[in-house]
């Protein structure tokens, strides 16, 4: 129960976001000091949707999102403007510009670079291991690869 409680308000939560922000300004929040995630999808999409359903719905994960991410939901198949360098666009010239055409993908950039880039549906455990990946800055030091056979996955 208080999952699906959880996933109907994360859901609503995204929503609410994306209607109320008429501009994402991507330049602004690659400015903090936070990592910043992108999470890019599109209507239609089953891998996204399941993604939206299952793991981004988890309460470990939208806590985790909360403290240590600025994140940014664009849905490429609206029309809403983006400001990425210096340039208005819309979500989907965003993805096409980041090279980041499939669904879902994610994002990351650190002080203003793109740092780390999944493509595709991911679990939970897979998810928050890429996500203490960035936090921790493992990135610098070595591969994805390297990070989860050091932490035994």
């Not at 994360?10 to 602004?28: G, P, R, T, W, Y």
């Not at 897979?126 to 030091?141: A, G, M, Q, R, T």
């Amino acid at each position: 129960m208080l999952k699906s409680f959880i996933f109907i308000f994360s859901i609503f939560l995204m929503f609410q976001i994306e209607l109320s922000a008429k501009v994402i300004d991507i330049d602004n929040a690659l400015k903090k000091e936070k990592p910043v995630l992108i999470y890019l999808h599109r209507v239609g999409c089953p891998y996204c949707k399941e993604m939206e359903k299952t793991t981004l719905s988890e309460e470990d994960i939208i806590e985790y999102l909360e403290k240590d991410f600025t994140y940014i939901n664009i849905n490429v198949t609206t029309d809403k403007e983006v400001i990425y360098k210096k340039r208005d666009i819309t979500g989907l010239a965003f993805a096409k510009d980041t090279g980041y055409s499939f669904y879902p993908s994610f994002l990351f950039f650190q002080d203003g670079e793109l740092v780390y880039a999944s493509v595709g549906y991911q679990d939970e455990v897979e998810f928050s291991i890429v996500l203490e990946y960035i936090k921790n800055k493992k990135y610098k030091d070595m591969s994805i690869e390297k990070y989860q056979k050091s932490i035994d996955f």
